[in-house]
Nanobody, 124 residues
Framework: QVQLSESGGGLVQAGDSLRLSCAASGRTGSSYGMGWFRQAPGKEREFVAGISWSASTTYYADSVKGRFTISRDNAKNTAYLQMNSLKPDDTAVYYC?????????????????WGQGTQVTVSS
């Protein structure tokens, strides 16, 4: 089994920055893609960013391109999401996920393991 633990969320003002972390443990395998998703109240979970094992491939939702950056440190089994220029529309619970293949993918159904989520609230 794989366990994921997100951290770094909080309450910030519009224009501020946050850095989310996702630590993976358990039987993750030798290589795996990772992704960040978010879910706002009353809305479906949506893709935010994904990264391949080697970080050679990254995907971003159009809504966050130029503002968010996904990265990973495989020695620490940790993925990161640097969020800059935050907007109130970014308010959501952010979830980290692992896909048991090298590439990340942009659909939630492709991911096998999920963290508990971390709340990000952006005030105007």
């Amino acid at each position: 089994q794989v366990q994921l633990s997100e951290s770094g969320g909080g309450l910030v003002q519009a224009g501020d920055s946050l850095r989310l972390s996702c630590a993976a443990s358990g039987r993750t395998g030798s290589s795996y893609g990772m992704g960040w998703f978010r879910q706002a109240p009353g809305k479906e979970r949506e893709f935010v960013a994904g990264i391949s094992w080697s970080a050679s491939t990254t995907y971003y939702a159009d809504s966050v391109k130029g503002r968010f950056t996904i990265s990973r440190d495989n020695a620490k089994n940790t993925a990161y999401l640097q969020m800059n220029s935050l907007k109130p529309d970014d308010t959501a619970v952010y979830y980290c996920a692992v896909r048991r293949t090298v590439l990340p993918g942009t659909h939630s159904g492709l991911y096998a393991y999920w963290g508990q989520g971390t709340q990000v609230t952006v005030s105007s």
